[in-house]
Structure formats: C-alpha cells, structure tokens
C-alpha cells in the first residue's frame, strides 16, 4: 500500500516555472513506477510523466517534452515534476499516481495507476 500526497502547486505567470513534489509513504516505494497526470477543468484526466524505480525509464506526454522533467529520490521517498516554460494550456489540477505495474514500457493509462494523490493545483496566467 502508497499513499501519495502532493505539494508544490500555485500560480505563476507563463514562462515561469514550478516544482511539484509527491512524498510517498510506504515501505515499498522504491519497488513502484511512479507518474503525474492532470486534469484540466472540463477535461479528461492525462497522461503527463511518468518514471520507473531507478529512473532508467521516462515518459513525456508530448505536450510537456522539453519543459517538464520528472526526477525521484527513493531515499526520501518522493517524486518530483519540474515544469519550465509554463503556458496557460498547463492550467490544471496535478495528480501523483503509483502503479504496481514495473515490466515493460512505462504505462501512460491512467487505469493501469493503482495509487493517487489528491492533487494540487497548478495555474498559469497570461
């Protein structure tokens, strides 16, 4: 069992840039792949990065690729998005989730995704 909680979310003008950090609890933390996905007002929650235990695997969405760039430090426990050059079409609420799913390609299914955060908010202003 993970349990995630997230942090680093606010408001920033467009080009600025913000860290998010997930912190996970759990004896196994090192053992899960580990992503963050967000979900825009109106829309579908997406895919946004996601990375395997020691880091050997990374996923973009292609929306974020060259901005955004996802990190974690097993001995503390935490994932980390940094997002650069942020736009407003970044607005959104930011999840951290945990999948038990560590074979293979890195998933970008949110249904693959046993373990969430409750999310912070990310707003990007004009």
């Known amino acids: 069992q993970v349990q995630l909680v997230e942090s680093g979310g606010g408001l920033v003008q467009a080009g600025g840039s913000l860290r998010l950090s997930c912190a996970a609890s759990?004896?196994?933390?090192?053992?899960?792949?580990l992503g963050w996905f967000r979900q825009a007002p109106g829309k579908e929650r997406e895919f946004v990065a996601a990375i395997s235990w020691n880091a050997i695997r990374i996923a973009y969405a292609d929306s974020v690729k060259g901005r955004f760039t996802i990190s974690r430090d097993n001995a503390k426990n935490t994932v980390y998005l940094k997002m650069n050059s942020l736009k407003p079409e970044d607005t959104a609420v930011y999840y951290c989730?945990?999948?038990?799913?560590?074979?293979?390609?890195?998933?970008?299914?949110?249904?693959?995704?046993?373990?969430w955060g409750q999310g912070t908010q990310v707003t990007v202003s004009s």
């Open positions: 989730a945990g999948t038990r799913r560590v074979v293979g390609e890195i998933s970008r299914r949110r249904a693959e995704y046993d373990y």
């Open positions: 759990g004896r196994t933390f090192s053992s899960y792949r």
